[in-house]
């Protein structure tokens, strides 16, 4: 059974940061690229980071210099650092896995986002 659990959201001020963290069970993830994509309120989904399986990284230009994607295969999780919060970064933020082995990509409904995690609510509010 693959599992993806999602962990680190919470209630932060402007300018603070976070580090989310993305465990997964099920399958050896040296063969996927990771996604961490998120959904405020009222909105579509949308990408915010990926990680190629050779630690390629991807980010949306909205969070660009801001929030760092990277990977630990040994301990089968992928971390999203998120600094200099804004208001505009409050979402659910969701994982995802995607089996390819050159590249990665942030559109959430690509069809190799087969496995998805439960999500954590990030909150930036004074």
């Known amino acids: 059974q693959v599992q993806l659990v999602e962990s680190g959201g919470g209630l932060v001020q402007p300018g603070g940061s976070l580090r989310l963290s993305c465990q997964v069970s099920?399958?050896?993830?040296?063969?996927?690229?990771i996604g961490w994509f998120r959904q405020a309120a009222g909105k579509e989904r949308e990408g915010v980071s990926c990680?190629?399986?050779?630690?390629?990284?991807d980010y949306a230009d909205s969070v660009k210099g801001r929030f760092t994607i990277f990977r630990d295969n040994a301990k089968s999780t992928v971390y999203l650092q998120m600094n200099n919060l804004k208001a505009e970064d409050t979402a659910v933020y969701y994982c995802?896995?995607?089996?390819?082995?050159?590249?990665?990509?942030?559109?959430?409904?690509?069809?190799?986002?087969?496995?998805w995690g439960q999500g954590t609510q990030v909150t930036v509010s004074s």
């Open positions: 990680v190629t399986s050779t630690d390629g990284v």
């Open positions: 099920g399958l050896i993830l040296d063969y996927y690229a």
């Open positions: 995802a896995t995607e089996r390819r082995y050159v590249g990665c990509t942030l559109r959430p409904h690509a069809a190799g986002y087969q496995h």
